[in-house]
């Protein structure tokens, strides 16, 4: 077997893994940080914790509700559950919806409310390192107008901000929950 070869290399790990063991310290890698989705909202980077999600759908055959504020942009039908839809451009305040066939949902994962929300796109998977943290979230505030009440913290990677919505005081929000 050569030098290099895959096993070579793994057994190399393991190796190292035991003796960092015996320290009482482990290897850190990208995987054991908090699982985040990360999507866009107006050419502002937005995550949230991909436990709160269910799934990331396209928003197809949506069902506009009348008389409603004009960031519920109607119910859509995911495996026979209905799911409202909402608009966090227009919830934020940006004042320009996002275009519903060429958004993502997230649709949310939480049993009491059959939610989604309605993004420009959807990145990915992304972790973060804990020295990537903004420090200074308070200070751009104004930036994320209407989700400002609803972003706690972020990280600075990738050379942008990412911003964390906290999912689970926006839906408990007075602001989300009343359409009308």
Known sequence: MSENSPFSLL????????ALAAQGLSYSTQSAGIKNIAFVVNDLYFYCEAEHVKEVSVCENLMLVPQTKAWMRGLINSKGVLYSVSDLSLLAGFGRPTPANKGHLLLINDDSSQSSLLVNRVVGFRYFEESQKLTEVESKQEKLDGLSAYVDSGYHAEGRDWFNLNVTQLLSSEQFREIQ
């Open 11 to 18: 057994e190399e790990l393991r190796d190292d893994a035991k």
